[in-house]
């Protein structure tokens, strides 16, 4: 069996942004989309503000299956998983039975919420929202409380970007979040101490609760909800938990193709996995050991492999790529510093801002990465500039 399509499985933001481009970069090459899920398009980022935005998991989609399939004339199989992939034979088996033939594959797989092991016999009722599916189920669990009941008290499990940007959200509906956290502060590998901590400040004065130092144990039912038992032996009591204690790469599909795994499916600067005809991108992948799980770097590994797809073999690279935290209590914007990078931060406040640099060791002059918050976030083009690419 041969043939002259590239193979795509994944239909989120990678999936599709590599389509859209690959049809810019060859408008005739054939293009199927697998995807196990419905395969429309939506930014996953609206997840997290969508409930103050008064959007429903139908809303936010912006483009249906066949519309946005049609747009990059691609074939699209919704709704179908693909179970195993052959190297050799350049094929991938469906969960419909087919066989389908690659020139090509690229996998776009996302990654999955990391899971707690909780106790107790409401275990099984904790959500996390990683797509339009979860937060069509949260959406209703909203509506509906265990007591039958609109929901009113939420505990977020994990004070990370995820679970302060949900928290802000509940706010926005009139919803007091509980965030707990292992760690002693939100945000804490992201922002230095000082950020986490007006940004903690803005969120509780705006409702939100915070309790750090602690982990869940159990969830259970009681008499008015659901009952959370914290690791120090203090109880939660809640209409609903949400998990957002971070995202673990899909990775199984490569593995069973013999393709090398570490954090995420491994690929060089091509995108190429190390098995030939096969690439990755966005949240499964890793890319020269590390692991970027956000917009701007699939976008510009969706434009390098869709050249290097063309047949211009074309390096992925990185500017310096600023991440805004979707909380409008407080508005943050990170740009990390690379995690092995030595230096020092430097942080300038005011009531209305705060902005963070983090400048190279014995070089006050070099930035590396910076935070801004409050009034500071229009500073993010300019200071944006001055730091240097991530991948040059
Ligand atoms: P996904 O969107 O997860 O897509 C994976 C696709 O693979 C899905 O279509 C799935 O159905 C399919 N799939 C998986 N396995 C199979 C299989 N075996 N067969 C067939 N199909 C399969 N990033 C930012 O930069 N800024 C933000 O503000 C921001 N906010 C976020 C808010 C939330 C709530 C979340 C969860 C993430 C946020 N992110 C943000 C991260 C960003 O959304 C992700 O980096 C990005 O959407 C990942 O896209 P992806 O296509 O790699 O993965």
């Known amino acids: 069996m041969s043939s002259d399509a590239v193979v795509i499985i994944g239909a989120g933001l990678a999936g599709w942004n590599l389509a859209r481009e690959l049809r810019k970069a060859d408008p005739a090459v054939p293009i199927v989309v697998v995807s196990r899920d419905h395969a429309g398009f939506y930014s996953k980022p609206m997840l997290s503000n969508a409930l103050a935005?008064?959007?429903?998991?139908?809303?936010?989609?912006?483009?249906?299956?066949?519309?946005?399939?049609?747009?990059?004339?691609?074939?699209?199989?919704?709704?179908?998983?693909?179970?195993?992939?052959?190297?050799?034979?350049?094929?991938?088996?469906?969960?419909?039975?087919?066989?389908?033939?690659?020139?090509?594959?690229?996998?776009?797989?996302?990654?999955?919420?990391?899971?707690?092991?909780?106790?107790?016999?409401?275990?099984?009722?904790?959500?996390?929202?990683n797509d339009l599916d979860d937060f069509a189920r949260f959406a209703d669990h909203l509506e509906q409380g265990p007591t039958g009941q609109p929901v009113q008290r939420v505990v977020i499990l994990g004070a990370g970007l995820i679970g302060c940007e949900f928290a802000n959200d509940l706010l926005a509906r009139g919803i007091a979040p509980t965030v707990i956290d292992l760690a002693d502060r939100a945000l804490p590998r992201l922002l230095p101490v000082e950020a986490s901590l007006r940004l903690q400040d803005k969120l509780v004065a705006a409702g939100a609760q915070f309790?750090?130092?602690?982990?869940?144990?159990?969830?259970?039912?009681?008499?008015?909800?659901?009952?959370?038992?914290?690791?120090?032996?203090?109880?939660?009591?809640?209409?609903?938990v949400l998990s957002?204690?971070?995202?673990?790469?899909?990775?199984?599909?490569?593995?069973?193709?013999?393709?090398?795994?570490?954090?995420?499916?491994?690929?060089?600067?091509?995108?190429?996995?190390?098995?030939?005809?096969?690439?990755?991108?966005?949240?499964?992948?890793?890319?020269?050991?590390?692991?970027?799980?956000?917009?701007?770097?699939?976008?510009?590994?969706?434009?390098?492999?869709?050249?290097?797809?063309?047949?211009?073999?074309?390096?992925?690279?990185?500017?310096?790529?600023?991440?805004?935290?979707?909380?409008?209590?407080?508005?943050?914007?990170?740009?990390?510093?690379?995690?092995?990078?030595?230096?020092?931060?430097?942080?300038?406040?005011?009531?209305?801002?705060?902005?963070?640099?983090?400048?190279?060791?014995?070089?006050?002059?070099?930035?590396l990465g910076f935070v801004l918050q409050g009034k500071a976030v229009s500073q993010r083009q300019a200071l944006a500039a001055q730091v240097p690419p991530l991948l040059a």
């Open 244 to 367: 957002a204690i971070g995202l673990k790469p899909r990775t199984d599909l490569a593995t069973g193709a013999h393709a090398k795994v570490a954090r995420g499916v491994v690929v060089d600067r091509l995108l190429a996995t190390t098995v030939p005809h096969i690439h990755a991108l966005g949240d499964c992948t890793e890319v020269e050991g590390t692991l970027l799980p956000y917009v701007m770097p699939l976008m510009q590994q969706a434009r390098a492999l869709a050249a290097t797809l063309a047949g211009q073999p074309t390096p992925v690279s990185y500017p310096a790529m600023p991440v805004a935290v979707k909380t409008p209590a407080w508005p943050t914007v990170v740009c990390p510093p690379p995690a092995d990078a030595e230096g020092q931060w430097q942080v300038t406040a005011t009531e209305e801002a705060l902005e963070a640099r983090f400048t190279a060791a014995g070089e006050p002059e070099r930035l």
């Open 211 to 240: 309790r750090f130092g602690v982990g869940a144990q159990s969830v259970q039912r009681g008499p008015n909800g659901l009952v959370v038992t914290l690791n120090d032996g203090t109880t939660l009591e809640t209409d609903l």
């Open 53 to 129: 935005g008064k959007k429903t998991a139908a809303t936010l989609v912006m483009k249906p299956a066949e519309k946005i399939g049609e747009e990059v004339q691609a074939r699209v199989l919704p709704h179908t998983t693909v179970t195993a992939i052959d190297g050799e034979a350049r094929t991938v088996s469906l969960s419909n039975g087919e066989t389908l033939a690659y020139r090509d594959l690229v996998l776009a797989l996302g990654a999955d919420p990391i899971r707690l092991p909780l106790e107790g016999d409401a275990a099984d009722t904790v959500l996390s929202v």
